[in-house]
Nanobody, 118 residues
């Protein structure tokens, strides 16, 4: 199984930046893709960004041009650089991984709070 540990959340002013990190550990052969989702109060959980082991990325329209996802395959770690943050980015951010361990499985992190407020 894979355990995902997130870090980097916190409080930031509008226009500021944060970088989230998610490190995967456990027993697996490979992680095919990792990504970030978020859930704001009263909203459904939504995809923010994903990246494959080959480096292909996709982003939600609401964050495109402001957020950048990257991945260190050797460390099994994914990052989310968040710039030009807006109050509407406030949410709990969850790391997600799709990986192979005998068969394909997926895991979720515990979530980290990001609050954008003046």
């Amino acid at each position: 199984q894979v355990q995902l540990v997130e870090s980097g959340g916190g409080l930031v002013q509008p226009g500021g930046s944060l970088r989230l990190s998610c490190a995967a550990s456990g027993s697996f052969s490979s992680i095919d893709s990792m990504g970030w989702y978020r859930q704001a109060p009263g909203k459904q959980r939504e995809l923010v960004a994903r990246i494959t082991s080959g480096g292909s990325t996709n982003y939600a329209d609401s964050v495109k041009g402001r957020f950048t996802i990257s991945r260190d395959n050797a460390k099994n770690t994914v990052y989310l650089q968040m710039n030009s943050l807006k109050p509407e980015d406030t949410a709990v951010y969850y790391c997600h991984a799709l990986y192979y361990s005998g068969r394909y499985r997926d895991s979720w992190g515990q979530g980290t709070q990001v609050t954008v407020s003046s």
